[in-house]
C-alpha cells in the first residue's frame, strides 16, 4: 500500500459524512415505523434526497483531497477500534445506488405510495422501511474498515433484502424468500468461519492492518476459500444461482429492481475488497482463474436458460445470473495484471464499471417490466403486442437497458466490456474473450426477442388493462439512460476508482 | 492436548454437522437448526481463539468475545426470522417445504406489482 497506515488512522476533515451516509437511511427506518403508512413515505423522499446529497459531498470531498475519506469510531484507531474508510470503490458504489434508489423511489411512489383517502395497508409501509433499510446496509458494506463490521452489515442486508421478495405474502414469494435466507445464512456463517480464522492467526480483523499482516499458509488460504464461497452463496454465482430466479422474478417489480439491482453487489463488493485489499498477496492466478471459470459458466447457463423463458420477470432475473458471471471475469484479469506487475486499475475499473451498468440497466429492466405487466396484465412473451403502442417510452428504456447488458457503445455495458476484453488481451487470457463475445450473442438473442415481440401492432380494439402514471415511465426511462450513457465515463477527467488505492500492486503470490 | 485445541476440534465437528444437516436435511426447520449448529461451532472457535490469545493478567483476548455477543445477537434474530417465515409458510399453505411443486394452494400466476 502506498500509503503509511498512519495517513488511514486518522479522522479526515469530512470523515463524519460516512457516519451519516449509515445514520441517515436507519433514522430514516426509525422515523418511518414510528409514524407509520403515509409519513414512512414522506420520510422516505426526504431521506432519498438528504442520503444523495450525502453521496455526492462524501465524491466531492474524496477527489478534493486525493486520498480515501477516513473516520476513527470514537477516536479508538484500529486494531482495538473500528475504523470506515471510502476509497474510490466505495465512492463510486455509494453514488451509483444513491442514484438506483433515487430512482427506484419515484417508481414505487405509484405501486406503494399511499395517496389520500386509501386506507394505508402494510406492504407499502414495510416497503418504503426496507428500501431504506437496504440501502443503509449496502453503505454500511461499502465503507466499513473491518472485516467483522462487514459480516453485521452483510446481515442486515440480508434481513431487509429477504422480506422484500415475500412482500406480496403469497405461498410461492414465502417458499423463494425462506430459500434465499437458507442460501443466505448458509453464506453468512462461512464468512464468519473465515473471519474467525483470520482474526485466530492474525489477531485484527482490520482490513489494512489484515493487507499488511497476511501470507501464504494453510489458514489464509482456508479462510480465504470459505469466505469466498460464502459470499459466492450470497451473490448467487453459479452453481449458488438457484434460489435467485424466482425470488427475484416473484417480487413486486420495485422490490426486484432493488434485489436485483443492488443487493446483490454488496456481497459481490465484499468478494472485491477481499480479492484486491486483503489478500492481494495470497491469492494466486489459478484460484482467480476457478473464479472466473464459475463466471463463465453462468454467463452461458444464464443466458441460455434466459433465452428460454416464457415470463418475462423471469428472463430478466435469468439475465440477472449471466450478468453475475461477468463480474466475476475481472478476478484473473486484475490478477494476472498484478502478478505481471502492471497496473490493474483497467480490470478493476471494468468489473466496477459492469456492477453499476448491470445496477442502472437491470433496475430499469424489472421496472420496465413491472409496467408492461400493469399495462397488460400479463407478462408472457409470446402474447406482449401492444405494449410499443401503450407504452413506447418504456419499451425504449428496456432496449436502451438491454443494449448496456449486450454491450453497445456508448453504453456503461459497452465500456466495462471494452477493458475486460482488452485486459484480457493484454494478459494472455484469449478464453475470456471468447466467453463475453458469446455471451454478448446469446443476450442480443433474448433483448432482441422481447423487443421484436412488443412492437407487434396490437390486435383490432385492443385498450390497456390499466394507465400508468408518466412519471413512472420517465423514472424507468432515466436509469436506462444513466446505464446507457455511463459509457461516456471514459471522458472523466479523474480516475477516481484509483483515489486510495495501491498504483503499483503488490507482487502477485508465487 | 491443551483445552483450546480440544474446543478447536469440538468446534470443527460441528461445524461440519451443521454443514451435513444444511446440505442434507430437506426440511426447513431443520436447515434452521443445522444452521445454528454451525453458527455454535463457529462461537466455539471464537471462544477458543480468545482463551489462546489471553495475555499477561487476562484471562483471554477481549476482543473475540465482544464480537461473539454481537455475532450470537445477529444469528438469533436470523433464526427469528427464518422460523417467522416457515410459521407463514405454515399459515398459508398447511404444509412446510421447499419444494415449488408442493401441492398446497399453488396459483397459477405468480404475483406482480
Redesign the interface.
Known sequence: MPHSLSTQDVTSPSGLLLVLAVLVPFIGVLAGMVLGGRGAQRVAFVILAAGLAIAIAIANALVQSGDTVVYILGGWAPP?GVALRADGLAVIMLLAIAVVIGGIGVYARA?FGTPPGVREARAPLMFWLLLLAVWGSLNLVFVSGDL?TL??AL?LL??AG??LV?L????????S???Y??YA??G??LY??GA??L??AY?T?DILLLAARVHPEPVTWAAAALMTVGLLAKTALFPLHLWLP?AH??A???ASAVLSGLVIKGSWFLAVRLWLDVFAGVVTLPSAQMLAALGAAAILVGNIVALRQA?L?LLIAYSTVAQIGYLFLMFPLATGLAAAQIDSTAAVNGGMLQAISHATAKAAMFMAA?LI??TLG??RIADLRGVARALPMTLVAFALGGASLIGLPPSGGFLAKWLLVSVAITTAQWWWVLVMLVGGLLTSAYVFIVVVRAMAPPSEGWTPRARVPYYQQVAVLALALCSFLLGMAAFCPVDVARIGRAVVPEIGWP | MNAPTLFGLCAAALVGVGLYGLIVNPQPLRKILAFNLIGCGVFLLFGAIARRGAAVGMGGDPVPQALLITGIVVAFSATALAVALVLRLFDETGSVTLASDAPAKAQADPPDA
Open positions: 482495538l405501486d467483522f459480516y453485521v446481515e440480508t434481513f429477504v422480506p415475500s406480496g405474502g403469497q405461498p410461492e414469494t414465502l417458499r424468500a425462506l430459500r435466507l437458507l445464512l448458509f453468512s456463517v464468519l468461519l474467525v480464522l482474526y485466530g489477531g480483523l424466482p422474478a416473484g413486486p417489480a420495485a415470463r420477470k413491472g405487466y400493469t400479463h407478462d
